[in-house]
């Protein structure tokens, strides 16, 4: 039996779940002002891994194919042989990439001045980031696979972006802030610095994070569809563990993380939201303990981790002032010289484990345990594998040991 207080407070993350849906604003026109000598490009990019009449792929604003928002630093046009550091910024729930050009998160505000790019992509008013389960087929939408496979490969080819992972970050607020720290999990190799603005939540597999998912289709009739077993398939299950930020804490070892709350106490240089406030207030004292819980996480293994707790409630106010504090941080600092030493856990059939490629004959069944200690490399777990990576190729079934080759080192 639940406790009275545990009944109490499983109510409440109900009820502040469904404000992530209520409270985000109407996506404006794409027509807000830049800093002088910013512009913002807007492109779409189609893809069949993105159902936008599926719940997890349905767009704001009733669109139909996934856009992307670009906000170009001042110069770019003018040294065509530059080139520039990247920032992802992925949107919370109920949004889409237009909310990034609206009165309350303004990017050319709150970015003024960047010294790099801003890429802004769609990610499904209820997406989360992730490939879903649904029963197995791993997709319907795969946004994850969309974003750090076609997405990555379209700005790359479109812009110029400084290579070494020091030059790209990534970073959202609420769902996108847990979207974020999931793809940096994904990516380490790629991305050198996370900013997760009130990430709901880095535990996906807390209760907390079942019953707001299961709300969140509750609320809008719209997304029906759209609940957690769908997402993530079985909460204790291996595929919502692979997929779950707090349990793949251990692939940012080397990445620099940026983490930021309110702690439920609304500023006083904000307003009040009389229509919210109680459940906007819940939200971020939700969102406020999984960030110390994943922030100790961090710590143990030695993560460079900067994590900010302040005023506020689950508004845009918190999110300005963390944005701010975010690039005094740095966005683009340098962060821990890659190793080779390092453990990379995944759920995916294919991805990156830092400069090896891999590929599951199959797709995996148990979350993979890929370890690096030097020349050595270890896999745990179950399934085949194959490795690719600076001209060399291996391909074993797991578990194993072996030295690597001379090439993949």
């Known amino acids: 039996m639940l406790s009275a207080r545990r009944i109490l407070h499983v109510v409440m993350v109900i009820v ?73 910024l992925l949107h919370g729930a109920g949004g889409g990439t237009n909310n990034w050009l609206g009165p309350n998160v303004p990017v050319a505000r709150d970015f003024a001045g960047f010294p790099g790019i801003i890429v802004m992509p769609d990610g499904g008013v209820f997406g989360m980031y992730l490939d879903w389960w649904n029963n197995g087929h791993r997709g319907e939408p795969a946004w994850a696979r969309y974003h750090l496979t076609v997405l990555k490969k379209a700005v790359e080819h479109r812009y110029r972006i400084r290579p070494a992972r020091r030059w790209h970050a990534i970073a959202g607020i609420s769902m996108g802030g847990q979207g974020a720290l999931r793809y940096a999990e994904m990516l380490p190799g790629y991305f050198g610095s996370v900013a997760a603005f009130s990430a709901a939540v880095p535990d996906m597999q807390s209760i907390d994070a079942r019953l707001g998912v299961a709300l969140m289709g509750a609320v809008d009739g719209a997304s029906a569809g759209a609940g957690y077993s769908a997402m993530f398939g079985p909460s204790r299950g291996p595929y919502a563990e692979g997929n779950s930020p707090a349990a793949l804490v251990g692939n940012l070892a080397h990445t620099r993380v940026f983490l930021s709350s309110g702690n439920g106490i609304n500023c006083p240089q904000d ?116 490795f690719t990576g600076h001209g060399c190729g291996f391909t074993r079934s797991l578990p194993f040991s072996l030295t690597l080759p001379r090439a993949c080192r």
Not at 40 to 57: A, K
Not at 296 to 319: D, E, K, N, Q, Y
Request: hydrophobic share 40%.
């Open 16 to 88: 502040s779940a469904g404000v992530l849906v209520l409270i985000s604003p109407v996506a404006p026109s794409a027509t807000a002002g830049t800093a002088r000598g910013q512009r913002i490009e807007s492109w779409t990019l189609p893809s069949p891994l993105v159902d936008t009449r599926s719940p997890g792929g349905r767009l704001a604003d009733g669109r139909t194919v996934p856009k992307v928002n670009v906000l170009l630093p001042a110069g770019y046009d003018n040294h065509p042989r530059r080139h520039y550091p990247v920032l992802w």
């Open 271 to 386: 307003p009040v939201n009389l229509q919210s406030i109680v459940v906007d207030t819940t939200v971020e004292t939700v969102v406020s303990a999984q960030q110390r819980s994943f922030a100790r996480s961090l710590r143990a293994i030695g993560a460079p981790v900067t994590a900010v707790s302040t005023c506020g409630v689950h508004t845009f106010g918190v999110w300005d002032r963390a944005i701010a504090a975010a690039r005094r941080w740095g966005m683009f600092a340098r962060p821990p010289r890659p190793s080779a030493h390092w453990d990379y856990r995944t759920i995916a059939t294919s991805g990156v484990a830092w400069s090896l490629a891999f590929r599951f004959q199959r797709p995996p069944e148990q979350v993979a345990l890929f370890e690096r200690r030097g020349a050595r490399l270890s896999g745990r777990g179950a399934g085949r594998v194959r």
